[in-house]
C-alpha cells in the first residue's frame, strides 16, 4: 500500500496597514424625499493590521455632497481577526435614512456620499464614493 502526504502552504493576504475601502453598491438611486426606506450602502474593506472597529469611537464617515465639510458619523463594531494572520477583508453595510431636499428650486435634488473609514490606530482610508443618488422632491 502507498500513501502520500501533502501539505500546501497557504500565503495570508498582504494589506497596508491603512484600511482600503471601496463601495461595492448601493440599494437604490432613487428615492422621495422623506422616503420610509433607508438607503443602504455596502463597502468592500481591507487592512493590514486588522485593527478595524471599536467599541466606543466613531469610525466611518460619509460626507453628503451638498454640504461639502459636514460629515456624518457611525461606528463600525470591533472586528476581531481570525486566525494566525492580523490581515482581514471584509464587506460593511450601513443603513441610513433619506433625508430631505436641500436644493428645492428642480423637482430632483442629485447627490452622492463620500465615504472613508478610520482603523484603531488612527491609520484613514482612501475616500471612495457612491454613484449618484436622485432625490425627488415634494
Same mark, same amino acid.
Given at each position: $500500500?502507498?500513501? $502520500? ?12 496597514? %491603512? ?6 453598491? #448601493?440599494?437604490?438611486? /432613487?428615492?422621495?424625499?422623506?422616503? %420610509?426606506?433607508?438607503?443602504?450602502? *455596502?463597502? +468592500?474593506?481591507?487592512?493590514?493590521? =486588522?485593527?478595524? =472597529?471599536?467599541?466606543?469611537?466613531? /469610525? $466611518? ?7 461639502? =465639510? ?20 471584509? *464587506? #460593511? ?13 428642480? /423637482?430632483?435634488?442629485?447627490?452622492? +456620499? ?7 490606530? =488612527?491609520?484613514?482610508?482612501? *475616500? ?11
Amino acid at each position: $500500500m502507498f500513501a $502520500m502526504l501533502l501539505a500546501a502552504c497557504v500565503k495570508p493576504p498582504v494589506y497596508p496597514i %491603512e484600511p482600503y475601502i471601496e463601495v461595492v453598491s #448601493i440599494n437604490q438611486d /432613487n428615492f422621495d424625499e422623506l422616503d %420610509e426606506d433607508s438607503l443602504s450602502i *455596502t463597502l +468592500y474593506f481591507e487592512d493590514g493590521d =486588522g485593527d478595524i =472597529g471599536s467599541e466606543d469611537e466613531v /469610525n $466611518m464617515f460619509w460626507e453628503d455632497s451638498r454640504a461639502p =465639510g459636514f460629515q456624518i458619523p457611525f461606528k463600525i463594531p470591533y472586528v476581531q481577526s481570525q486566525g494566525n494572520t492580523k490581515a482581514i477583508s471584509g *464587506t #460593511i453595510t450601513t443603513y441610513y435614512p433619506i433625508s430631505f431636499c436641500i436644493d428645492d428650486s428642480d /423637482n430632483i435634488d442629485t447627490f452622492y +456620499y463620500k465615504i472613508f473609514i478610520v482603523d484603531r490606530a =488612527g491609520h484613514i482610508s482612501n *475616500t471612495d464614493s457612491t454613484q449618484l443618488i436622485f432625490l425627488h422632491c415634494l
